[in-house]
């Protein structure tokens, strides 16, 4: 019998094997330099405006109007200044000074009854939301039908409007059920909306189906998987979910602006736009207060976020 040879591979060969690895380990390397480097640049790019609004609260009014005088600037009849000279953005000041803050929270008591207009009026959003939500959810996930879809694809329709399309319906609806000028012509648009319908829908379908059946054989009734199965694998997405109407609605301007005629019942980010050119330090401290809370409900739900986005339903492994 012959043996079999086995083709051994000359030194050139091997040695040109080894500069292809060494030269896919160097062009991977790049890659993530490259990468990182565009990431690190976006990143300072996009907190450079938060920054500069939390050290400039720090700053003094006299110092404030020596950096950003001229961009706030009016002439006689009220018309913005054509800006001469070069700003000067200062992130650390001369001499750190707490005055701004003495004055929205303690001397100026408007700013923090705006602030708490806010709250009121997002906070019932953001729970209710998210009820209504997980309840119709878990319908669109477990019964399927020709009507459910139809009403699933209305939600998306709606869903894709931005909310200036359908803002003088919501007033003339308003209007008619005599909520105009209360918090209800607020609330309701907002606890009925459909973007976390949408979201928790997408998430509750990819549920294994086995899972629920075996639930259904152990005798759990509809409440018992929706509160046992459901939410504790959907956990994820609707934190998520109330992570991303907490920042939509904490940002709202149009609906307060058009729903509400009482300036008493606007909130903080509608009363930001109106601080004049005089108060520019209370500005960064108000803007700094409002960013607060946004801010800590990221930073605390992070993982929460990431998760909900990135994993789509189904049981971890």
Not at 59 to 72: D, L
Not at 100 to 123: A, C, D, H, R
Not at 186 to 202: D, M, N
Not at 283 to 305: K, W
């Amino acid at each position: 019998m012959r043996k079999k040879t086995i083709p051994v591979r000359t030194v050139s060969e091997n040695r040109g094997q080894k500069r292809k690895v060494k030269r896919k380990k160097a062009w991977s390397v790049t890659k993530i330099t490259l990468a990182t480097v565009v990431a690190a640049f976006f990143a300072i790019l996009f907190l450079t405006p938060i920054i500069l609004t939390i050290t400039n609260s720090f700053m003094s009014s006299s110092e404030i109007s020596a950096n950003y005088g001229s961009v706030f600037a009016t002439n006689s009849s009220g018309g913005k200044v054509y800006i001469s000279e070069k700003v000067n953005l200062k992130f650390i000041p001369d001499m750190v000074s707490f005055s701004q803050y003495i004055t929205v929270l303690f001397k100026s008591p408007e700013y923090l009854l705006k602030f708490w207009n806010s709250v009121i009026l997002v906070g019932p959003i953001v729970v209710f939301q998210l009820i209504v939500a997980t309840l119709a959810s878990y319908g669109f996930a477990r019964y399927r039908g020709r009507i459910r879809e139809i009403i699933f694809f209305a939600y998306i329709i709606l869903m894709l409007m931005p909310y200036q399309v359908t803002l003088v319906p919501n007033y003339l609806v308003s209007d008619w059920l005599n909520l105009l000028d209360t918090n209800w012509a607020i609330w309701l648009p907002g606890i009925f909306s459909p973007f976390a319908v949408f979201l928790l829908t997408k998430f509750m379908r990819r549920i294994p189906t086995s899972v629920i059946e075996a639930a259904q054989i152990d005798g759990a009734g509809e409440w018992q998987i929706y509160r046992r199965i459901c939410m504790p694998l959907c956990k994820g997405a609707v934190c998520s979910a109330a992570i991303l109407v907490f920042i939509d609605y904490w940002n709202m301007v149009e609906q307060p602006l058009i729903l509400l005629t009482d300036a008493e019942k606007h909130p903080l980010s509608v009363f930001l736009s109106k601080i004049n050119a005089g108060e520019i330090g209370l500005a960064f401290a108000v803007a700094t207060i409002y960013m607060v809370p946004s801010l800590l409900i990221f930073l605390y739900g992070e993982e929460y976020l990431v998760d909900g986005i990135t994993y789509q339903g189904g049981i971890k492994g």
